[in-house]
């Protein structure tokens, strides 16, 4: 009976129509309040950016498990995490991931893995009180699209069978195919190609549309995530995923770019232009010791700057509150489930004075 009055909680915030696992997608209305999906990792920064502001998250979304190639799922809920979350009101929906691109080709296409995956995944589900689990499947070839599409929907029919619910996140992957540029064919063969979004938003309860990482440690520098990139995106996934299905990834994570030795381990020498994730709690005590002006771009609506040390420029993006408040009013604005942030503990602390306090 709680189980039946956890999804159906959460299928309101959702603002979806469940109902024995079939989707009203056309029918059902925007959230009230949009949903405030924000991840966590197991480090000491993320539990305590939790702790200090559980009221303002609506969904929190953990790295709590993962899968082997053989349907192994490993992991177990941070007790300490579960009963604040429990105690605040605040529903839990655990990503289930596995990142390995051999080994996760190996899953999709194995019925018996997949089986006792949705096994272990119900069992988790029912013994902690989750709302559901978090598919956060990545670096997939191309070629397991329709696999991978197959194995979304198994999981879902287990979950929705058993009263929970599924989210899912994607990878951007406008236009619909590779550019010209090599790296543009990398990233559609590993990355951006796997994902049937359309697909995906009839299977999935929510759809989390990664619109960070457009700038990597693979790229030259640039935005985490330019609006006009963003705003590309989002504009593709609504051709077919409804409004009230797609949360808007968020990043709150920065990257530093700079030079590092070009010495490798064996001894041998090559080019290491060096990209590094760098969080608020890095990124913003760096530029006020260094008397850095950070800038703000109005264009790709993210602010950064550039250090000068060592007699050369080092590259900082630098996602603040300013950029995080663009990106939730385009998700009040476009009348979104929500938005899904990367992730607690690596914030500008300002973006929470931009957030409402949940109405559970």
């Known amino acids: 009976m709680r189980r039946t009055m956890t999804r159906t909680l959460l299928a309101l915030s959702l603002g979806l129509a469940l109902a024995g696992g079939a989707h009203a997608q056309s029918k059902a209305a925007a959230p009230a309040q949009p949903v405030a999906l924000f991840y966590m990792m197991e480090t000491p920064k993320s539990t305590r950016s939790f702790e200090q502001n559980i009221d303002k998250i609506g969904l929190l979304v953990p790295t709590w498990y993962g899968v082997t190639k053989d349907g192994l799922v490993t992991g177990a809920a941070n007790p300490g995490v579960l009963a604040k979350a429990k105690a605040a009101r605040l529903p839990v929906m655990p990503i289930i991931s596995l990142s390995e691109r051999a080994g996760l080709h190996q899953l999709v296409h194995d019925e018996a893995a997949k089986k006792a995956m949705n096994e272990a995944l119900v069992r988790e589900a029912k ?98 995530g330019g609006m006009p990139w963003v705003m590309e995106n989002l504009d593709y996934a609504l051709k077919v995923i409804p409004p009230q299905k797609l949360s808007l990834g968020i990043a709150l994570y920065g990257y530093r770019w700079f030079a590092d030795s070009p010495v490798k381990p064996d001894g041998t020498e090559a080019v290491n232009i060096t990209g590094v994730y760098f969080d608020a709690d890095e990124s913003m005590p760096m530029a006020r010791e260094y008397g850095v002006k950070v800038q703000w771009d109005d264009v790709q609506k993210e602010s950064w700057y550039v250090l000068y040390r060592d007699q050369m420029n080092e590259w900082v993006s630098m996602p603040d509150a300013r950029s995080f408040k663009v990106r939730y009013d385009v998700v009040k604005q476009y009348r979104l489930n929500g938005f899904s942030a990367w992730v607690l503990g690596s914030e500008d602390p300002a973006i929470w004075n931009e957030l409402p306090v949940v109405k559970r």
């Open 127 to 224: 013994a902690n009180g989750y709302v559901g689990f978090h598919f956060d499947f990545e670096n997939i070839s191309y070629l397991d699209r329709d696999a991978f599409t197959l194995m979304a929907k198994q999981t879902a029919d287990a979950l929705h069978a058993n009263g929970f619910t599924m989210g899912v996140a994607v990878v951007p992957n406008a236009p619909g195919h590779p550019g010209k540029g090599a790296y543009s064919k990398w990233m559609w063969e590993y990355w951006r190609g796997a994902y049937d979004i359309e697909a995906l938003g009839k299977i999935a309860d929510e759809v989390s549309l990664m619109t960070y990482d457009q700038h990597t440690r693979w790229t030259p520098p640039g935005p985490v």
